[in-house]
């Protein structure tokens, strides 16, 4: 095992030396071709031709009982049934990403149509006919399916991505000294991760060991969490994931399915499949849970922000310990030096809460990303004025060094390609027709994070390289980012290397999720590659240094050998491993970025239309500009969405998710956006990895829709902070009289 631990920043690197030319082009994706000719086999989609059975869950009837009986009896003397699974190691919704647990029914009824049982049956229709026909006898007790009535009640948790509180100065003598106070709360709805692929899974037992082929992203962590719910031990279950049609966050941990079909698997004596229904995804998975947040901000009569508050209140279910980090960045992107930062959580007994893409940043950054724009506009200061008047030097929290911020640069790049100079100087006041126009803008960050992971590279005589690990691909371009490295540090044409991913009997890797993966990942890659090289420098007899490679060839000196000569007819394999080190704790890493959004507001009926929508980032070395901007053109959509559409509508009656499906939970379409626009600025962070890359695909989530809503305001005058911005918010506020049209 050859390990690297990021104790230090890099300085030139073989990646920077290398001649092959692949790392950073916009190359196509590896399994491109696979995935658009139905070729890449999706987790339902395997054992193809064998005998299976198929499974379906049965929902739970009420928001919060406890279970008296089951009655298969009707179920089970339908023709084709196999077996109905119940009892106490039925998951009720999706394993948190944390730890090994699994959330267990334990005869009890947590939240609305969570799993209670499974039917096995011979095909699909008789599973779900036979499904209906389980009656489920309960004692109900009282459930709390909301947050706003209980307001102050929540308690602090350890769960989550940060510490709850995070405190520095005196906040509240601070505040009650500045020259000017600002105090607003703003509130955000729960979210569906509603990823494309629905959480399905197929079990399959070869005696006592378990094969299972689900739709996960961390399977390391992943398989651990199944071995537990089935109730063995690791070593006897094998998990694979090789394409995953989206996650989000919300097959982090693993879904009830995975579970219910290795139990169905185990009970009935042949392989099962289970394809939750996207009525089962919403509402026995996980989501992202609604927010409170009060951002209250100090300042001088200048403008200078001098104390930063930001307290959130969300919800999780009882005893789970995450929560959405709203303040995630709020601790390091805001200048004062008396802060607070603070998380409670209120108890619902609603379906659990986890991770949903960009966790933190996408909601906390809806709320302070409005804030500095209204702060800005008590100032009479241009918004981007005000942010470079507030930019801080160093980490204003941990008084460390930003390991690299280009945030005001991007902001400046931003500005220059909108025409920022052109926007309505006076909200309400440019009009086309009956439309409003407005535009707004706001900050991007993420914060970065390294993994350990661990990739193997295995060179066959004839130099043909294949990259080995159980990290996953969840559509954001890992199979090609990883065939980009070893080719480049290993001096091969793209079409030498092949990438193996998704499967725990390959090296132990990072995982998708947080940004992380690429990151992660590619770094073990990098570190196996330099094993690669060494073991090539010691057969040539020289020092790897010398070493130039390219087109499958050594070159050193005067003398250019092909890799097969120097291989000899044998197999070679490495192992490479990285671990974060003492670079995490002694910089400040994070990416950076702005967005840029004019909108048109309809004078007459309040629907917003986005015209123009821009996104400028910095975030390291861009290792494939390709896959960076279509991870980009997602997050700016998935802002969309946050800003106008999305909004998980739950019963305060009972706990049901009234909108369950994607009829009624509105993601953008086509028509809702505009042609967008993202711009990545050349950039290398030494401190985050061998690569000097960070996090991007979050990244473009974090402020947009703010930057929106803010639009929103310049068009028309009205601040909405409660969002989604929907035209039922806006229709009592709208302007009697705007300007003259533009």
Known sequence: MNKHVMNEAIGETRLDRATQGVIGKGVDRYEGKLKVSGKAPYAYEHLVGEKVAYGFVVPGPVGRAKVTSIDTMAAQSLAGVLAVV???????????????????????????????????????????????????????????YEIESRRGTGRASDGGPMAADTKRGDFEKAFAAAEVQFDRTYTTPAYHAAAMEPHSSVAKWDGDQLTVWSSCQLLDLNVQQIANGVGIDASKVRLLSPYIGGGFGSKLGIGPDAVLASLGAREVGRPVKLALTRQNVFQA??????????????????????????????????????????????????????????????????????????????????ATESALDELAEMFGIDPIEFRRKNEPEKDPQEDVPFSSRRLLECIDEGAKRFGWSDRPKTPASRREGEWLIGWGMASASRANSLMASSAEIEMDPAGRATVKTSMTDIGTGTYTILQQIAAEMLGLPLDHVDVLLGDTSLPESSGSGGSWGANSAGSSVYVAAEAVVAEFAKRLGVEAETLTLKDGHAISGNRQIPFSEILEGETIRVTGKIEPGDTSNETNQASYGAHFAEVAVNATTGETRVRRLLTVGAAGRILNMKTATSQCYGGQIWGIGYALEEELV??????????????????????????????????????????????????????????????????????IRDYPVTMDKLLPHLPEEVGAAA
């Open 86 to 144: 119940s009892g106490d190691r039925v998951m009720h919704s999706s394993a948190q990403p944390m730890g090994p647990d699994v959330p267990a029914m334990k005869g009890e009824i947590y939240h609305y149509n969570q799993p209670v049982a499974l039917v096995v049956a011979e095909s699909f229709e008789i599973a779900r006919h036979a499904a209906s026909l389980v009656k489920v006898e309960y004692e109900a007790l009282e459930g709390r």
């Open 650 to 719: 739950v019963d305060a009656r009972n706990g049901l998710i009234v909108n369950h499906d994607l009829a009624e939970y509105h993601v953008p379409v086509h028509a809702d956006v505009p042609k967008l626009d993202v711009v990545l600025l050349e950039d290398r962070d030494p401190y985050a990895s061998p690569l000097a890359g960070k996090g991007i695909g979050e990244l473009a989530i974090a402020g947009v829709g703010a930057a929106i809503n803010n639009a929103i305001h310049n068009a028309t005058g009205i601040r």
């Open 285 to 366: 998975t996980s989501r992202r849970g609604e927010t409170i947040q009060r951002v209250r901000i100090g300042a001088t009569r200048d403008g200078r922000i001098t104390c930063f508050a930001h307290e959130s209140e969300t919800a999780n279910a009882e005893g789970e310990g995450f929560f959405e980090p709203s303040g995630i960045s709020t601790v390091f992107l805001y200048p004062g030096s008396d802060r607070l930062v603070t998380h409670r959580v209120v108890t619902t007994d609603v379906l659990t809460t986890s991770a949903v893409r960009a966790p933190g940043e996408a909601t906390g950054m809806l």
